[in-house]
């Protein structure tokens, strides 16, 4: 074991600037073209699926989310939990409803149980409780709409997971930073996820980044990778 400082990281780039570049490196003879090559295929009903092309690049053949599915009817039932350590999500949006995971019986970053268990989907590690509701920053409920949005429910947009695969997907948000101005903290990304592996999450996933290399987190990411779990950074 090492002791080092609790460094600070930082969101990289807001949703909504992502959605500007990319629309700016894309001509609307492109983004035409990929949305068309894909048109005979059956599409989600949710009102801003024509807006998602990037789903389109990104799935290729797959894009069609009953094609997809059906395909993967064999694993129908199955549960992915998806740890999201961020910035809290909207637990109340109406397009994730159903969408987050809860446990009666879940335990802290230590092992420990934890009294009333984890009934608002997930934990908050900047006030200390059970309710990771975003405040100031709504970008996890950005990412938890990508990840796992209701799909073909004619609400919203449509969900990577959903149109992937016809397993149940559950959120797990993990909610470490923040007040508008603040930063995640190292200290803060470890134990949460610490809590991932220790609540059996299958996939990790933090969007955000700093100049400084942590020890503590990449020895927490081994743990987790050694425990079977996908983590995802960008």
């Known amino acids: ?3 080092e400082p609790n460094y600070l990281f930082y969101l990289q780039l807001q949703i909504q600037d992502l959605g500007k570049e990319e629309q700016s490196n894309t001509s609307p003879e492109e983004k035409s073209q990929t949305t068309s090559s894909h048109n005979n295929t059956t599409s989600p009903d ?25 395909s993967d009817s064999g694993q129908a039932g199955m549960t992915t939990i998806i740890a999201l350590i961020d910035t809290g999500v909207d637990t109340t949006h109406e397009d994730l409803q159903g969408q987050f995971w809860t446990n009666d019986t879940c335990v802290d970053e230590n092992g420990e149980s934890i009294e009333g268990g984890c009934p608002n989907g997930g934990w908050d590690f900047v006030d200390h409780d059970d309710n990771p509701f975003a405040t100031d920053y709504t970008h996890g409920t950005a990412i938890a709409g990508i990840l796992n949005a209701k799909t073909n429910n004619d609400i919203g947009i449509s969900s990577l997971g959903n149109i992937l695969s016809n397993k149940e997907n559950q959120i797990m948000s993990l909610r470490t930073c923040c007040t508008v101005g603040g930063y995640f903290e ?38 987790a990778e050694e425990k079977g779990i996908l983590v995802v950074a960008a």
């Open 186 to 223: 190292s200290e803060k990304i470890v134990d949460a996820i610490h809590f991932a592996v220790n609540n059996h999450a299958d996939i990790i996933t933090m969007s955000f980044g700093g100049p400084s290399f942590s020890q503590h987190i990449q020895e927490a990411i081994a743990e």
């Open 1 to 3: 074991k090492i002791l």
């Open 46 to 70: 949710d009102p801003y699926f024509s807006d998602q092309w990037s789903l389109a690049s990104v799935l290729g053949e797959k894009f069609s989310l009953f094609t997809v599915n059906n």
